[in-house]
């Protein structure tokens, strides 16, 4: 038995002496040893969670520094969000972003186009919406009208510029009360259909680095070339891990198209990818003037697995029946 687990027991038993509370069994361990066990509490429950620890699981556990699942972060954070309580009801959805000194920030830096963008999204990665509240200057407080959909746990994202240039995702959860029916976990999907559209996304997702991806949009199988600058770019992608939502960085290719541009039919994009395992990537795009938003789900494969071998992994069925480009 380790020291540390000794010492585990020997606090335990003080805490049933003494008959005390988790206080006093703080007040008499060093501050050291206290650590030493948190840590390995957490290598514990890594250890009995995953078993037998495989590289491509290990690639998984890796730490990353990502953004969207923190209220606060770089000296910013995003206050209580007031929002309807339930399913179908119509009121407003607002919040404040607050300074170090819980202050209401009214100064923002424009990027995409916007001011803040918020991101909703259910915790099943359905419900997705991306759309740009109002900032009251003299308050501080961005709102909109707002009605959900659907009942459930949802996570509320404002992904904003400061006036210093930092640029920060803040999130909060929030529940919203009626009939929920959870959706089954999303598998592997590289197309979506929407409002006539068909759009497909190309690329290959790797752990801890930026993976490139292409989308692709047709009509009537004819490619559609009238895509509109919209956001700054000829589309909007974001890109969510599924298992915490931790929203990712995704750039558009190419400079910022004039007011007028058309592209289409392939927009490029960059995504840097923290960790091995399932995205849930939402691309917004503009034809004639309506915002259309394709639904894509895609798996990032470890750092290691694709180092220096010849061998890719087997393709999934999905996988296997599209044409290479
Ligand atoms: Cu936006």
Redesign the pocket.
């Known amino acids: 038995m380790s020291t540390a687990a000794r010492l585990g027991i020997y606090g335990a038993g003080l805490v049933l002496a003494f008959g005390g509370t988790f206080a006093i069994a703080n007040a008499v361990v060093p501050d050291d040893a206290a650590a030493t066990w948190s840590q390995r509490d957490m290598a514990d429950h890594r250890g009995s969670a995953a078993g037998e620890v495989t590289p491509s699981q290990s690639a998984q556990h890796e730490e990353d520094d990502v953004m969207g699942v923190s209220l606060a972060r770089s000296g910013f954070a995003i206050g209580p969000i007031e929002a309807p309580a339930a399913a179908g009801e119509t009121s407003a959805l607002s919040f404040q972003i607050l300074d170090r000194d819980g202050e209401p920030v009214t100064g923002f830096d424009t990027a ?1 186009g ?1 001011d803040l ?1 918020l991101i909703t999204v259910r915790a099943d990665g359905t419900e997705y919406r ?1 759309v ?1 509240p109002e900032l009251d200057p003299g308050t501080g407080t961005w709102s909109m009208p707002w009605t959900w959909d659907a009942a459930g746990s949802y996570r509320v994202y404002a ?1 904003f510029t400061a006036a210093d240039g930092t640029a920060v995702t803040l999130s909060r959860m929030i529940d919203v009360t009626g009939d929920f029916e959870p959706r089954p976990a999303a598998g592997v999907s590289q197309r979506d259909s929407v409002s006539g559209f068909d759009v497909t996304i190309s690329g290959e997702l790797e752990a801890g680095g930026a993976s490139e991806l292409t989308v692709d949009v047709t009509r009537d199988g004819e490619p559609v070339t009238e895509l509109q600058p919209y ?1 700054g770019a000829f589309g ?1 992608l974001v890109a969510l891990r599924q298992g915490d939502l931790a929203y990712l960085h995704v750039h558009a290719h190419g400079d910022e198209p004039q007011a007028g541009d058309l592209a289409g039919p392939e927009v490029a994009f960059t995504a840097e990818t923290p960790t091995a395992g399932r995205y849930l990537l939402y691309l917004d795009f503009r034809v004639d003037g309506q915002v259309h938003t394709a639904q894509f789900v895609l798996d990032a494969s470890p750092r290691e697995g694709g180092a220096g071998g010849t061998d890719e992994p087997a393709e999934t069925e999905d996988e296997a029946d599209h044409d290479g480009h």
């Open positions: 995409h916007k963008h991306h740009h992904d956001l909007h």
